[in-house]
């Protein structure tokens, strides 16, 4: 990719949870644009939104609407990305797409920056995948441990928030505590059960062998990302009621010995990871910490009792920011830089 | 043990969250008690209790307030447990101590009736030890698979609910939420950091190897009650916010196949089991609907995608009456029994 400068940037699906924090970075990150157009489902179309000083109003997306523009952040949902991705596209935008509509492609890179940053050499289709927002924190913070230790095995169980099931999620959360608060039952719309005061142990749907869809993407796209299908990965997902922020309970297993320490020292340099480590003053990472920022964090790193290059770790991250709107964003600066 | 009839019964910390449930337990379960004694710390003392139809007003807990008594159901924390229980003893009663004060001792037995009830024939010092409640409901559910297929290694992350730590955490919860929802900072007062709407990955004190208390018991009570020191164990532990019932992601490693098939069939069968596994109908166990029921549920067991002889399972019970009182309880019922 070259680079581009001042380019003409669409944000697609922008009124939703994720398109708003995506429309919020490009200004924080004073991502240069020489315009912004926000585009949404007829729904959202006439929808007026905040981008730094400016009021913008939102569009309806079509087929039609990528002409001239240069870079396309899409948060729409598969179905939509499968059919406007490529007329983005075809009309000579580069799109990084949040849904998992094109993660398995060969042809579409799927990318972390701090991860595999390289993969934005070859853009075959002009399409780039954001990671699963459960795969991006995961891989943040194996990737440099993997490269010292090489990761042989990894077992994970989630505890992922509402809000990467959207704005309904969260007000299906708020409105579920507020029942229980005075004794009513809480509703489920969003979730397949009620989500508040409870832990749901599925994250969209059941595959036949068992496992959910968000159980396999963890798995496919963590292979893709660190380029090593031989490491053997399973995991166990599970809605939790909390806001914002996705924790994770993450079990690796090193070809060579690594040790805690080791690991505290590779990933205190690493980038966008802050480690928060000191079990002593009672300090790892929280969710409701994690929340609005855009780090992944890493604590409670001790050695696993039950395997001889065993290492646990706690990942704690925004899943609306690093888990998906702040790692488009930083894609797309990437492919600025060239 | 010899059977006993129409003991005298005495329920140590009454008042707290797990003796409350001990007193209804003894009457749920038509205990034969000839009398039952409140007891509790001084603070507690002149509080009334409903058992069925009686009130009955709680005593100072004291080492000679067990005259008479011929089972002790003690729920009072190590340091009470340390004193009361010894003193219980040597006054002619049989206590089963809630608490973690004799769990190691190696003349006490560790029990969970379905599991290891036959320890209850040796019983040296005349106490009996109840298990952590997170360890209680795992060993539930992998005993008939052990006995099968012979677990070699468990790796657990738990989700456990507040009310382990007692009424004022479930109070810190609640307030904790009603702040949450109208924006207010919620307090910590119980939990080392505010527990609504978040996920703390500690439960109790931290050790020097990193690892938390409750860690450490699921390591060595999954050992002493399954009689099998071999088996490799790992856990993280974390609270969530559910008022009541807790929740495991369990990964075994079994040293025969055994398949998620035949572990459902194993399962289906067991004492103390409920199998909730069907995914396709969305079924699997959760907290909420566990919470003031007896069995130890289990669902979504599925093959390991990272190791040969793997399976996972999902672990669900109530932590206060499985995972305390009840347990308690179906001891006393065994000795009885004799």
């Not at 990894?154 to 704005?167: E, K």
């Not at 969260?170 to 397949?192: Q, S, T």
């Not at 996705?246 to 205190?268: C, D, F, N, Q, Y």
Request: glycine share 8%.
């Amino acid at each position: 990719m070259g680079a581009m400068s001042n380019s003409c940037v669409a944000v697609v699906g922008a009124t939703g949870a994720v398109g708003r924090e995506m429309v919020a970075q490009l200004h924080e990150r004073s991502f240069p644009a020489s315009e912004v157009k926000l585009l949404a489902s007829s729904r959202s179309k006439g929808q007026k939104l905040r981008l730094g000083d400016e009021l913008l109003t939102v569009d309806e997306a079509t087929p039609a609407s990528f002409a001239g523009v240069d870079l396309v952040l899409m948060s729409a949902g598969a179905s939509v990305a499968r059919e406007l991705a490529p007329a983005a596209a075809r009309a000579g935008a580069v799109v990084v797409d949040n849904s998992s509509a094109f993660r398995q492609d060969p042809d579409v890179p799927l990318v972390v920056p701090e991860v595999n940053a390289h993969a934005l050499r070859s853009v075959p289709r002009g399409i780039i995948a954001n990671p699963n927002c459960s795969t991006i924190q995961m891989v943040v913070a194996l990737a440099p441990l993997h490269r010292e230790a090489r990761v042989r095995r990894i077992v994970v169980s989630t505890y992922q928030s509402v809000s990467g099931a959207g704005w309904k999620a969260m007000e299906e959360l708020r409105r579920g505590c507020a029942d229980v608060l005075v004794g009513r039952e809480p509703v489920a719309e969003v979730f397949p059960h009620p989500i508040a005061l409870d832990c749901i142990p599925q994250i969209a749907a059941f595959e036949p062998d068992g496992y959910t869809v968000e159980e396999h993407k963890m798995i496919f796209e963590t292979h893709k990302i660190l380029e090593d299908p031989s490491i053997a990965i399973t995991a166990t997902c599970v809605r939790v009621p909390v806001m914002r922020g996705h924790s994770e309970a993450v079990l690796i297993e090193t070809e060579r010995p690594l040790g805690a320490e080791r690991a505290r020292e590779l990933l205190r340099g690493a980038e966008g990871v802050v480690l928060i480590d000191d079990p002593a003053r009672k300090l790892y990472p929280l969710a409701r910490s994690a929340a609005g920022t855009g780090p992944v964090y890493v604590g409670r790193i001790r050695p696993d009792t039950s395997s001889e290059h065993g290492l646990w770790l706690w990942v704690v991250a925004d899943n609306l920011l690093k888990g998906a709107a702040l790692n488009a964003v930083q894609i797309a600066e990437r492919l600025r830089a060239g």
